[in-house]
């Protein structure tokens, strides 16, 4: 720049003329004070003055409204503005410094001496126009951003110049400015940066977020961020609601002692979610609304000497509009009566899946002094799979009502036919009210209410398979088959028991079936007595369902069980040997004879089976004469 080429050559000939006379000093001395008020003036003309900005002629101006004050070897955060020319502007904005020019003078002496460098150190974490930090959307005419970095160490104290530019996210710039900061010589550590008065603390709101918007009589829930834009961490936060029961600058229902949401510390450049749920006044107009805030903070973990940052955001609401010049008023801006549901039931209590039940509804005016004419209601239902869960068993789903005075009950009643393959779990109903109060005409409501519908379990049971089919008392049989779920619901704890006189009482446990599923039953069964009937054994299957509440369905099987004769092997088959041939014929018709009653009425299994005993006794009986014979012929 020029004036660097004067100064220069004026430290030149200041070096030069000390080797000149004395009696040509008092010449020089005038010169080199010439040359030096025209550097002054050159440097004079380059340095901006506090608040003065050097605007960029692009999208934005940018510009701060006082100097920050800052240390060297500390963390110096710059606020600025932004303001939009004309129109609107959505698109995602950068800021960063610029580095890359002639303004950056890193070794020149005289350049640090009278405020011409760069005052940050050139880091990664510096955001520059090479490495931008995001500051959003603008979100309006007007939005505050902020850029932060290390004072450098060899910075004299004074003011300097920081170029701020604004991007776009392909780098094209927007805005610029040159902004002043002034610097002063650190007296102690980076330590000291805790206890530095002279910070400046800033808070952002609404960052990147679009105006809460909403709809009167609807509640209107909506967060709004907040970002600690300081050089340093805040602690013990209280943000404020400032209330007003003024509906022209506050349109909410005050429901609450206080609005204030309290945080332990904020990080710099963290930003947190201030929630809120707010119901619309009814007397509120349609609009933008100024929701003032204070925030209160303190910059010691102490909680001590504590500060507030006041600030506003905007919300939306859809209402009603303002009465026009004429005076003349919309018929729909009156007050109205209050439709609500007192309370419903249904007959019977439990709706079971596919069949139809009543639905009864309790309808109140809770207004305490508006009557409600006109009245027509009409029911909707939830819908799954574009099909309702509920309809009319006949005629129309709406229901008419001459008038509802204030306070007043009426009964509505609905016949409804549920949807027999729904899922077991409550639907939604909807209740469409439409009436007219004396100030307010049309007016509309929905009334909701969840009912509960419940499936019925269902089974079924393979084939058994028993092996073997019949058995001996005494002995066991394998019983295999399985339980199919082909209700819509899940069977709990599902338990199978045998219960007849011939088997003794056998429970195994299956566990939990989910619908479509199949458990597997697979035990053993003892037979205790010969069968007497027909051989029926009860299978009896119990479960429970979501409510813990026990169901039990029964199912037969056919089971055997035939007479133990084990034992009858083990008859001494001596009894025979001493009784002669003639008394044991008479023996045997004896037996015959004294058992006939019972064989009769018996299988006729049980008779060839007695006869095969006795053959068997017979044979043996015979052998063993034998083998004493064949003995006494050898001792001969």
């Not at 008392?473 to 199919?484: C, D, K, L, Y």
Request: hydrophobic share 35%; charged share 30%; net charge negative.
């Amino acid at each position: 720049m020029k004036w660097k080429a004067v100064w220069r050559q004026a430290g030149r000939e200041e070096i030069l003329h000390k080797k000149i006379p004395d009696k040509r000093k008092n010449i020089d001395v005038v010169r080199r004070l010439m040359v030096m008020i025209l550097a002054a003036a050159f440097m004079l003309a380059s340095i901006p003055f506090p608040g003065q900005v050097t605007a960029f002629a692009a999208e934005f101006d940018v510009y701060s409204e006082k100097i920050p004050h800052g240390k060297t070897g500390k963390n110096l955060t710059i606020s600025f503005k932004l303001q939009r020319n004309s129109g609107t502007y959505d698109e995602e904005l950068y800021a960063g410094f610029d580095v890359s020019g002639g303004e950056i003078w890193d070794e020149d002496e005289e350049d640090r001496q009278y405020g011409y460098a760069f005052p940050f150190e050139v880091t990664k974490s510096l955001p520059t126009t090479e490495n931008p930090k995001s500051i959003g959307k603008m979100g309006g005419d007007k939005k505050t951003a902020s850029l932060t970095g290390r004072v450098r160490r060899d910075l004299t104290e004074g003011y300097y110049k920081v170029p701020v530019v604004i991007m776009e996210a392909d780098g094209s710039q927007v805005g610029r400015a040159d902004l002043r900061v002034w610097i002063t010589k650190s007296a102690g550590t980076d330590s000291d940066d805790e206890e530095d008065g002279n910070k400046t603390y800033d808070f952002v709101l609404g960052e990147g977020q679009s105006t809460p918007d909403g709809t009167y009589p609807h509640v209107m829930n909506f967060s709004i961020n907040l970002r600690n834009n300081s050089p340093a961490t805040v602690y013990n936060i209280k943000a404020s609601i400032t209330a007003d029961a003024d509906t022209t600058k506050f349109p909410f229902e005050i429901n609450d002692v206080n609005y204030d949401r309290m945080f332990e510390k904020i990080a710099v450049d963290e930003t947190v979610e201030l929630g809120y749920s707010f119901a619309i006044r009814e007397d509120a107009y349609s609009g933008y609304y100024p929701i003032s805030m204070k925030i209160y903070y303190s910059n010691s973990s102490t909680g001590e000497e504590l500060q507030t940052f006041e600030t506003s955001f905007f919300v939306r609401i859809h209402n009603k509009d303002k009465e026009d010049e004429r005076g003349e008023f919309n018929e729909h801006d009156r007050t109205r009566a209050r439709i609500i549901i007192d309370g419903f039931s249904t007959n019977p209590d439990t709706i079971i899946a596919g069949e139809e039940f009543e639905l009864i509804l309790k309808i109140k005016n809770a207004s305490s002094n508006i009557t409600a004419t006109n009245l027509l209601f009409s029911m909707e239902s939830e819908k799954v799979s574009d099909s309702a869960v509920f309809t009319t068993e006949s005629g129309s789903s709406s229901v008419a009502l001459n008038s509802l005075a204030p306070g007043g009950v009426t009964e509505l009643r609905y016949r409804l036919l549920s949807r027999p393959g729904v899922d077991q779990r409550s639907y939604g109903v909807t209740i469409k009210a439409k009436f007219d109060s004396p100030e307010y005409k049309n007016a509309e409501e929905e009334l909701k209410l969840d009912i509960p519908v419940n499936q019925i379990a269902r089974l079924s049971t393979g084939t058994f398979e028993i092996m073997p089919e019949s058995i001996p008392a005494g002995s066991e049989a394998n019983v295999m088959f399985g339980i199919n779920n082909t209700g819509k619901v899940m069977l709990y704890n599902v338990t199978v028991s045998f219960e007849a006189a011939s088997i003794q009482a056998t429970d195994t446990y299956v566990g939990n079936i989910k619908p479509g599923e199949t458990g597997n039953v697979d035990c053993m069964v003892t037979g205790a007595a010969p069968t007497e009937d027909e051989g029926k054994v009860k299978v009896l299957i119990s479960y429970e369902d979501e409510a813990g509440d026990v169901y039990t369905e029964e199912k037969e099987m056919t089971l055997y069980v035939l007479e133990d004769m084990s034992s009858m092997e083990d008859i001494d088959a001596g009894m025979f040997e001493e009784m002669p041939k003639e008394q044991e014929k008479v023996g045997l018709a004896a037996f015959l004879e004294m058992n006939q009653q019972r064989l009769l009425p018996g299988a006729l299994a049980v008779i060839l089976i007695l006869v095969i005993v006795i053959v068997i006794m017979a044979v043996k009986h015979r052998r063993a004469k034998t083998e004493m014979e064949s003995d006494e012929d050898e001792e001969e």
